[in-house]
């Protein structure tokens, strides 16, 4: 008996059922366009074998982690390594039988259609996953993984991935994507430029940082004009990697547009580190107005990811590092924040700003109208919290009537899980067919419009907003 019902998340009316079906059918084979996400482009560089199941489903995969976290399951335990080098559980068995038996606390969850999703469809597994299948489900999955079928490239490949943009720093030497370029591979992996590290002043080690990109860049990063020539140079190279993105993860949607020697003061006081929160905020909204002016410049989509309250727990923080499950989504506003960058450029026919949030009760009041009226606005899709059936639509509820379809950016995985990939881009094309499924049934659409515009949210529009 399959793990996935074939009409999972259509509607139950037999009508729009069968329409949602029609869609889907008319799109499910589509190639993945996954233009933003956090798999490790060294996987691809190397192309050896995925180390084990538990590497592969419970390590990398915050979503799981976090779960197993909040029923007292501690992190250590499920192998994650500590920032000291201190002891962790580095037997894969044992952690996998910890996921397994603890497996039902995902039952109703988005997590727990990805992951049966990739059972079924990527390792043919199809009865329920527990402390009794756990043996059998690692030994299937882990001879599996040892076969050339099951390297990363070899899955890319089969799962039908059109092209992958991965997450690098502005520091980083992009190593692994040169590597890529230079293998002869046919599959197309970029890179996206995040530099979130040599922006924001409140980043750990920020100084140094910015002492870095001096080293790198050639240029001198203790004044202003350096620093933003440092940027430029640095975009231009990520672009040679592929790049057609820049993504901004800041605690607020603040942008500014202050005058030159205001922002000269400022920039100051963040690299001698007397900066108050209140002007590193500044500061960060400064610069992504300097980025969407850049953007004007080279050409790469600018994405702004505000709102996630970073590394909520302190002793999760210093004990592993950032994105350890302790990102908490907070009050987010756009209408006046977004006001200085949109002021500047927010007429411009050639830019692009996607918009994405975790406050979902900015939808209908701020976003949607935002973006049914600046040209270079689009609303990322729901992201993180919100990646499910209910989340998407939550948004296409609150969006489509305001903005409609095309001031939006498709879908995008948002994953370091490499296998939920194709799962997560199946939800979003059953969760929008489903949607879309209710305005032809109510009249609200013709069928012959309906078939483009699942179209269009599975393939087109994302390929568009990202230039890809």
């Known amino acids: ?29 589509l190639p993945i366009v996954s233009p933003h996400g956090h798999c490790d482009p060294g996987w691809f560089a190397k192309n050896e074998r995925f180390p ?39 037997d894969p068995r044992a952690i996998w039988g910890r996921f397994a038996e603890n497996y039902h606390l995902f039952r109703g969850t988005p997590s727990a259609m990805w992951l049966d999703h990739s059972f079924e469809h990527v390792f043919g597994l199809t009865e329920v996953l527990s402390r009794d299948t756990a043996e059998a489900y690692y030994t299937a999955i882990d001879a599996k993984l040892a076969t050339p079928e099951f390297l990363p490239r070899a899955l890319f490949e089969s799962f039908n991935i059109e092209v992958l943009a991965t997450t690098e720093g502005a520091l980083d030497d992009l190593a692994s994507h040169t590597a890529i370029q230079q293998s002869g591979w046919s599959g197309r992996v970029v890179t996206t430029y995040r530099p979130d590290a040599v922006v924001d002043p409140e980043f750990e080690g920020f100084a140094d940082n910015i002492a870095a990109f001096g080293e790198l860049t050639g240029e001198d990063t203790m004044s202003w004009t350096g620093y933003l020539a440092a940027h430029r140079a640095r975009r231009a190279f990520f672009k040679t990697m592929g790049a057609t993105a820049s993504d901004h993860g800041h605690p607020t949607a603040r942008t500014e547009d202050l005058p030159r020697t205001d922002v000269e003061r400022l920039f100051q006081k963040c690299l001698d580190g007397t900066a108050s929160p209140q002007e590193a905020d500044a500061f960060r909204g400064q610069m992504l107005t300097e980025m969407a002016r850049m953007s004007l410049d080279d050409g790469l989509t600018l ?14 923080f210093e004990r592993f590092g950032r994105d350890k499950g302790f990102d908490i989504p907070g009050r987010t506003s756009y209408v006046d924040a977004l006001a200085p960058l949109l002021n500047a450029v927010g007429m411009e026919p050639d830019l692009t700003v996607i918009v994405f949030t975790l406050d979902e009760t900015t939808y209908g009041r701020e976003l949607a109208p935002l973006a049914g009226a600046y040209p270079v606005l689009k609303l990322g899709p729901p992201w993180w919290f919100f990646d499910s059936y209910e989340g998407i639509q939550r948004f296409r509820e609150a969006t489509t009537e305001t903005c409609g379809f095309y001031n939006t950016a498709g879908f995008n995985d948002d994953t370091r899980a490499f296998c939920s990939i194709p799962a997560r881009h199946d939800v979003a094309r059953r969760s929008d067919c489903a949607y879309l499924a209710g305005l032809v049934g109510t009249g609200r659409l013709r069928e012959a419009d309906a078939i483009e515009v699942a179209r269009d949210l599975t393939y087109q529009l994302a390929k568009d907003a990202y230039g890809l």
């Open 1 to 29: 008996m399959p793990l996935n019902d074939p009409d999972r998340l259509f509607p139950v009316e037999p009508r729009l059922r069968a329409i949602a079906r029609m869609l889907y059918d008319s799109v499910k084979d």
């Open 52 to 90: 084990n199941p538990a590497e592969l489903f419970v390590v990398p995969d915050h979503y799981v982690f976090r779960m197993l976290a909040s029923q007292g399951v501690a992190l250590e335990d499920l192998g994650l390594p500590r920032v000291d080098g201190g002891p962790v559980e580095t």
């Open 303 to 316: 994405q702004i990811h505000p709102g996630s309250r970073r590394n909520h727990n302190g002793p999760v």
